[in-house]
């Protein structure tokens, strides 16, 4: 395998660590004002993911350099191409990570609703735009031979993005009423399992969706066949044992299932898309690949030696914080956010 | 407006922006993990309370630090798409590492120490205040590696069409990183410093209760704030001379040397003709420059003219010249405001070495103001180095104009900066309100259960 298949892998690894991690994150922020019916819950509910929202985030902002480090062309062209899209994502995860920190500092009803209002918009603004944008890397965008986007903006919105846009944004929002209902005790616990029962069949129904027409209008499935393979079906198969377990009230077994779901689908993306990393709708000789948008063999070793010798640490601590703040939040858990 | 012009714009504000909050994280993660050190070790709750009052204005500042240099780290591929391209290769890595090496430690260890209060025992509390204060810095160094190629490449090759990294090495030793990392360093040491002392005088004023809190705070501020403004001045200094020899041009904007000069002098004031090259009016002090230069009355130091002559030949026709009234005025903001807080820490140390606290004076009324100092020197700093590193964006090899992403459209970046700007102002309220609001409520009460460990 070479340093450049290594980086696609490192690159995809890190985007599964991100949609997994801050998938509940983002569902929590959503769920805020439907579930969080008083002060006191949507304190505990911002609580839950207080910890953890912040080094959830790094994964995105590791993901974002380790492109720019290791495929500056794909870097360069996505994120100059998706501008306004992520444009507005950036606005959106600036207020919701200001407003985790000054929601309760202050005591005012008024403080305090406008701060939970943007941790609600800026939660379901970047749910919804990363499905767009996987969308419309699976669909491919006009780039031109000197690997410029030239699509414009209202290109990037068309109805098969739109669809994923729905998908991350239902599936995530699923995702973290399951976190919920783990991560908090008594009758808040209860309502986010319930709120996940009843989530959980649009889930399955837009995300099956989305993959069929996928087969329509995208090379992806056509290249993964009509079997396609253990992993796309293991995404599948696990949203849907997900619901079984909901039902169950097995919640761990649940939010494992969710969690596997999100990752076998971003792996199933990313072996879709290899070994090119954006698909050209102007010819295929057109695409970016992980050898035409590469670092030099240099770069790519140097970065390999730093990436392998970090990588360890960070899982072994990030871990280890989430086994300390193992203990679930109840009505007297002494609250920080 | 074009949308190279509009995205320097952007760039500028973000860049600010973001660099407003950073100095203040930096260097009063230090502080912070200093005085909960001492509690640990002397078990004597002054610290804790110490820790309680500072650690929640640095928290409150970390914050909105965090989510800005998102977008910092984004905007490069955004607005910038060409020189990603063209300087992916050896600018990507140091940021990939800042994230993996740095940013994971910081966010991940900050959330332990906030809410970890009641849930790690007292060495693993204060170790994760050291690991946050440990990441922010680092990233603060792997930033500065990447800018520093910005100003001064290194360890690089021109090939295929770009700048391939050939010596990583070469980059982390790049001479201007050492002498850039630790003046930024010190600077941070300095806004943290001022900031303590100045809402600890405002305490001292007022007679607040828990003036234990701002006494003890104010002495170890007040040593701080010498030491690191002298750190400041004497690293920039050195800063200077490497930036004579390496980037001479910078050196002449900031002085308005129009025409090369030995002895060189330095200019103490002058109003200048900037589309004509030369000076209206001006006070210059011989031999001075060549002295802060060299460390001796003789030596040249190129001129604007010289240089851009000399540039012509090498790089093409073109426009060296950066701004020269910009770049003059912000160096000589920067160093003025830098020996003016020697001078404010130096009394304030004073103060505390003939014991003198409990009888506030003049000097306790002007240091809550001073607290602006710090950020006015932090903000024309890093104008000045990259205003004046113009026209390059990095310097000999690519230029700004080169650089700016083909397919962004102006309307798209004048949305952004539309939106960035009211984000931004938006948010500086109301950070600027909380941190108004606990930096004047005073210590809290010692005896409340609230402040122990678990």
Known sequence: ?337 | MDALTLARWQFGLTATFHFFLVPLTLGLSILVALMETLYVRTGDELYLRMTKFWGKLFVINFAVGVVTGIVLEFQFGMNWAEYSRFMGDIFGAPLAIEALLAFFLESTFLGVWIFGWERVSKRVHVLSIWLVALGSNLSALWILIANSFMQEPVGYVLRNGRAEMVDFWALLTNPHVWTQFPHVLAASMTTAAFFVLGISAYHLVRKSTNLDVFQQSFKWSAVYAVVATCLVIIIGHSQAQHMVRTQPMKMAAAEALWESQNPASMSLFTIGNEPQLKDVFAIRVPYLLSILAYNQPTGEVQGIKNLQAEYQTTYGPGNYIPPVAVSYWTFRFMVGAGFLMLVLGGWALAKTLRNTLTDPSRLFKILPLAIVLPYFANTTGWMFTEIARQPWIVFGLQRTQDAVSKSVTPGEVLTSLILFTLVYVSLFSADAFLLFKFARQGAGDPTHKDTAYG
């Not at chain 1, 004002?33 to 985030?57: K, S, T, Y």
């Not at chain 1, 846009?165 to 309502?191: D, K, W």
């Open chain 1, 1 to 337: 395998m070479d340093l450049n298949t290594v980086w696609f892998l490192l690159i995809a690894v890190l985007f599964v660590g991100f949609f997994f991690l801050e998938g509940f994150d983002y569902g929590v922020g959503i769920l805020l004002p439907f579930l969080g019916r008083n002060d006191q819950h949507r304190r505990m509910m911002v609580n839950a993911i207080g910890p953890f929202w912040d080094a959830n985030e790094v994964w995105l902002i590791t993901a974002g350099g380790a492109m720019f480090a290791a495929f500056p062309n794909w870097y360069a062209t996505m994120f100059s191409g998706f501008y306004l899209p992520l444009v507005l994502m950036l606005v959106a995860l600036i207020a919701r990570g200001a407003a985790f920190e000054f929601r309760s500092k202050h005591e005012t009803g008024r403080w305090r609703g406008v701060w939970d209002g943007l941790i609600f918009v800026g939660s379901l603004v970047p749910a919804l735009l990363w499905g767009v944008a996987l969308g419309n890397l699976l669909l491919g965008v006009p780039i031109d031979p000197s690997m410029t986007y030239v699509g414009g903006f209202f290109n990037l919105l068309n109805p098969y993005s739109l669809a994923w846009g729905l998908t991350t944004l239902i599936v995530f929002t699923l995702h973290g009423a399951i976190f919920l209902s783990l991560r908090i005790e008594g009758e808040l616990g209860e309502l986010a399992m319930r709120a996940a029962q009843r989530i959980w069949p649009f889930a399955v129904v837009i995300g099956f969706f989305s993959v069929g027409v996928g087969y329509f209008v995208t090379d992806m499935f056509a290249r993964l066949g009509v079997d396609p393979g253990v992993i796309p079906l293991g995404a599948g198969a696990a949203m849907l044992v997900s619901g079984w377990f909901i039902r169950q009230k097995h919640m761990g077994w649940a939010f494992g299932m969710t969690g596997l779901s999100i990752a076998l689908s971003t792996i199933t993306m990313f072996i879709g898309l290899y070994p090119r990393v954006m698909v050209s709708s102007l010819g295929p000789s057109l695409s970016l690949t992980i050898y035409n948008a590469a670092s030099s063999p240099y770069t790519l070793r140097v970065m390999s030696l730093v990436a392998i010798s970090l990588l360890p640490f960070v899982l072994f601590y990030q871990g280890w914080s989430y086994w300390t703040f193992r203990k679930r939040i109840s009505g007297d858990t002494k609250l920080e956010y």
